[in-house]
């Protein structure tokens, strides 16, 4: 064992960690199409905020981020201890995981899901237990999510990589029966007919995950947060940062949050792109997932009418030599033949198509 | 045992959180010398950086933080590979204690000193042992940290809430003999003789954490770093959560410190005005640490040359009701009949000057 072994945490010594979608440089130019931002860049408002708030930059921020609370109170019709901030919802997800769950008490997850709970989990020294799908129509698995008997589950909702959204009514009817923390991860609920928000009246034991990086256009600032009984925002509390949202941040967050207008537009731009290229995809054959986000999901077709990881994969490897980027999952058989497209501006879905036509032509001549 | 305490997980159970001191609203009128912000803005070249990012806000930011890594490897003379970049220097620190320590690796730290390590430490599982000061000398003790056994250990340098400033010479003694993980923490160094970054040469298990809150006045932007051998750093990356920095905090970090006229101007002024309050505290007979950060750690003189836990706590609200903050910390035999003071403005400082006469005048009356 060498000097760093020898004196590495238990936990770090079988750590995977998190790898997340390629970041290309500005100065790249390519179409990026991989890790489902926003098309639209943020509220104008944004700016004037931030603009504002430059000089109070020596100062310490908000350690409670109270103001941006309170906003987000209103949106929601709850109150202020229902809301905790988190450095983007990747913040919240590992304050709910160092809560609820431990080498004793463990987390649950769907799969798949959002590999980053798995590396959540092997850092915090928790078993996780992954929740399988029955197959790709992604169905809601009710029973074993109950049966599960995880202290902590994390169901993302709607589902990603699949885009599928998931019945209120599945959602509940699991709420009536699982016994442990319920963590709903929405970072993609602002493009689904419904949300869980309802939900929290009736059960103390449920967490609500949201990101301002998808349909507020903020990747780039870090900003989410989580709403649930004021009893686990106390808890979850305990266990944050001080000092984890910047002053720009909090300003930022509130100012887009503010513009509903704006949002509603992009939003509704954003469906109607996703709803028109899922019809485009219907229409070549390719079997594609119903989807409540602002990605689409699938399944690509071809030579001689084959769906495989192999077709995903060249798939892939073609865009990204023309400069488009997007996803695939290799590593699960329920997503290896399939690829996940964020949702750009209508005029980007149509460069890609056009490029997918190009593949097309070049399947066939294979 | 209620329905939260019986899924939460072990280390939550027995959790002491940080509690930081006052951020009162701006709406406040009060003399903020309480947290050691810098009385100054930041550089002016922070606006144009971040009004430039805020373009870029609906894209997610380089996860690596790969520019303002190169830009701190440059002014350090050392490589990228010898940096990981911190959501304030908290961040880092909370890293440290997840990679090396756990239930069975006991964490160190001078007692007293910064009591986030305390709470870091809580939350982690790891039990953590305060090594004391002999008395308020505040001199190192640097046979009892060799012997500490700790797997790692948090060494505040210049040390606070006393301002002490260790010899360079004391610090390469321990870490010619301590045998686990040291970390320097040197949030407030910018301000001292001398800094420790030339021992990273000799020791591969030196961690320096560095903020950019105090010297770089970016309190509010939360960034902080740490320098180490590319072993280490590679460690604690994948403990660091993805995309923990965001875009305006890597573009405003590098802005102010490549500004090196105006980072020596503001730090001139600031130990200009230190020396000169140092002298008057002397000047009264007022015990001063001599400091080598931005605050002043004095112990004040109440009636009939009465110096105690009573006479500070008495000018802490005497100052608070007079709209002054300032620090005091009653916890602690060696502290509790000081009082900590953030470096302001010489005119701020002046203003302080005469409260603390009219308390004196007071006092005497009393």
């Not at 609920?189 to 034991?205: I, W």
Request: aromatic share 10%; net charge negative.
């Amino acid at each position: 064992m060498d000097f760093f072994e020898k004196h590495l945490s238990s936990t770090l010594q079988a750590h995977v960690p998190y790898v997340p979608g390629k970041q290309p440089s500005l100065k790249e130019e390519v179409l990026k199409l991989n890790t489902n931002e926003n098309p639209y860049p943020p509220s104008e408002s944004v700016k004037n905020a931030i603009f504002e708030e430059i000089e109070k930059l020596r100062l310490y921020p908000n350690p409670q981020s109270l103001e941006l609370r309170t906003c987000i109170a209103e949106l929601h019709n709850l109150s202020q201890e229902q809301i905790i901030i988190g450095n983007g919802s990747d913040d919240i997800l590992n304050l709910c995981m160092r809560c609820f769950s431990d080498h004793q008490l463990k987390a649950g997850m769907l799969d798949p899901s959002y590999s980053l709970y798995r590396s959540l989990a092997s850092i915090q020294g928790s078993q996780i237990l992954g929740v399988p799908f029955k197959d790709d129509d992604f169905d809601l698995p009710i029973r074993e999510i109950i049966e599960s008997n995880a202290n902590i589950f994390f169901l993302t909702s709607p589902h990603a990589p699949s885009g599928k959204e998931f019945e209120l009514s599945s959602l509940k009817q699991i709420l009536n029966s699982y016994e442990g923390i319920m963590v709903l991860d929405e970072a993609y609920v602002d493009f689904a007919k419904e949300n869980a928000v309802s939900l929290l009246n009736e059960f103390d034991n449920l967490i609500i995950s949201r990101s301002l990086s998808k349909s507020y256009s903020l990747a780039g600032l870090r900003v989410g947060y989580a709403m649930s009984s004021p009893k686990i925002i106390s808890i979850l509390d305990q266990a944050r940062e001080v000092y984890n949202l910047d002053r720009l941040a909090q300003v930022g967050a509130q100012a887009v949050l503010k513009d509903r207008k704006y949002f509603e537009f992009t939003k509704k731009e954003i469906i109607k792109t996703r709803d028109q290229f899922h019809q485009e995809l219907i229409s070549w054959g390719w079997r594609t997932i119903p989807s409540g986000t602002n990605f689409l999901f699938t399944q690509p077709v071809g030579k001689a009418n084959e769906r495989s990881a192999s077709v995903a994969g060249n798939l892939f490897e073609f865009l990204l030599s023309n400069k488009i980027l997007i996803r695939y999952f290799p590593e699960n058989a329920l997503t290896s033949s399939y690829v996940r497209i964020s949702i750009g501006k209508a005029s980007e879905i149509s460069i890609l198509i056009d490029k997918i036509k190009l593949w097309q032509d070049q399947e066939i001549r294979r």
